[in-house]
């Protein structure tokens, strides 16, 4: 059974930067899509990043494009975000999700989430 565990949230400043991490387990999963999706409160979940492993190809929704990046582990069981510069619309529960060819709302395996709060 595939378990997704994020970590890494916190309190930071505007400003500041955080890595969340996801360590994925049950399956191989060198083929997987793995991504990143977050929640702010009365808002819907958005896509922010997603990463092939299989071809190390990469995708980021515009309003984190250059401050935020994606990366996996050797073995790619593990998804890094790295956030930088953030601010306080970055505020959320940020997900780690993964699923083999596709990542977005209808992705088949998520984890239980990570609170990210950005004071200003």
């Known amino acids: 059974q595939v378990q997704l565990v994020e970590s890494g949230g916190g309190l930071v400043q505007a400003g500041g930067s955080l890595r969340l991490s996801c360590a994925a387990s049950?399956?191989?999963?060198?083929?997987?899509?793995m991504g990143w999706f977050r929640q702010a409160p009365g808002k819907e979940r958005e896509g922010i990043s997603c990463?092939?492993?299989?071809?190390?190809?990469?995708y980021y929704a515009d309003s984190v494009k250059g401050r935020f990046s994606i990366s996996s582990d050797n073995a790619k069981t593990t998804v890094y975000l790295q956030m930088n510069s953030l601010k306080p619309e970055d505020t959320a529960v940020y997900y780690c999700?993964?699923?083999?060819?596709?990542?977005?709302?209808?992705?088949?395996?998520w984890g239980q989430g990570t609170q990210v709060t950005v004071s200003s």
């Open positions: 999700a993964a699923d083999i060819g596709r990542c977005g709302p209808d992705t088949g395996y």
């Open positions: 049950g399956r191989t999963f060198s083929s997987y899509v």
């Open positions: 990463t092939s492993n299989s071809d190390g190809s990469t």
